[in-house]
């Protein structure tokens, strides 16, 4: 018994001198780790065939959701982005809405936004690339990008108005900020 303790003593004394030699190694792969940090690149094709890139959104506050079209609480969620991209207000002082769908196929997702009257810009994850670069285990998950190109917020999941006052929120004091120089 004295000895299986001391094992695991040792074992748990050696993890810990692991993760503190390794700080990264503790930080959860998850999109809260994101913040604050640079946002990972993305560079995507619409459902149209367009060209996107969070590299040219410099100075824009960019809300990213990424959704797909068989999620109850992705659907639940999809009328708040549309009322936030279609906020010409918004627009105004720089927001940018994208959301970016998780490998679906383009008919699918076409047929889906027509049968809802979405209008809001989606950009096609067709490999997975982007919720693997945002950690996404969770769909939908809404990231809020600042002008200076960070992670200002992240969003997990949708539970109604107390997720979209939260996200309308995180916008505006996104879009507070100054844009870089």
Same mark, same amino acid.
């Given at each position: 018994?004295?000895?299986?303790?001391?094992?695991?003593?040792?074992?748990?004394?050696? +993890?810990?001198?692991?993760?503190?030699?390794?700080?990264? @190694?503790?930080? =959860?792969?998850?999109?809260?780790?994101?913040?604050?940090?640079? =946002?990972?690149?993305?560079?995507?094709?619409?459902?149209?065939?367009?060209?996107?890139?969070?590299?040219?959104?410099?100075?824009?506050?960019?809300?990213?959701?990424?959704?797909?079209?068989?999620?109850?609480?992705?659907?639940?969620?999809?009328?708040?982005?549309?009322?936030?991209?279609? /906020?010409?207000?918004? @627009? /105004?002082?720089?927001?940018?809405?994208?959301?970016?769908?998780?490998?679906?196929?383009?008919?699918?997702?076409?047929?889906?936004?027509?049968?809802?009257?979405?209008?809001?810009?989606?950009?096609? /994850?067709?490999?997975?690339?982007?919720?693997?670069?945002?950690?996404?285990?969770?769909?939908?998950?809404?990231?809020?990008?600042?002008?200076?190109?960070?992670?200002?917020?992240?969003?997990?999941?949708?539970?109604? /108005?107390?997720? @979209?006052?939260?996200?309308? @929120?995180?916008?505006?004091?996104?879009? +507070?900020?100054?844009?870089?120089?």
């Amino acid at each position: 018994m004295k000895r299986a303790f001391w094992a695991s003593a040792i074992l748990a004394l050696g +993890a810990l001198g692991w993760l503190a030699a390794n700080p990264m @190694a503790h930080a =959860a792969d998850d999109p809260e780790s994101l913040k604050g940090k640079p =946002a990972p690149a993305i560079a995507l094709k619409t459902v149209d065939g367009n060209d996107l890139s969070l590299a040219d959104m410099k100075g824009k506050v960019v809300l990213i959701d990424m959704w797909a079209t068989w999620c109850p609480p992705c659907q639940a969620s999809l009328p708040h982005v549309q009322k936030t991209s279609g /906020d010409k207000a918004l @627009a /105004d002082k720089g927001l940018v809405v994208w959301a970016v769908d998780a490998m679906e196929t383009k008919p699918v997702v076409s047929d889906f936004l027509k049968k809802n009257n979405y209008t809001f810009t989606v950009l096609m /994850d067709d490999t997975g690339a982007i919720l693997k670069a945002y950690f996404v285990s969770g769909i939908p998950t809404t990231v809020i990008v600042g002008r200076d190109g960070t992670v200002k917020d992240v969003f997990v999941g949708y539970d109604g /108005d107390d997720s @979209a006052k939260a996200i309308d @929120a995180a916008v505006d004091k996104a879009l +507070a900020e100054p844009a870089p120089k």
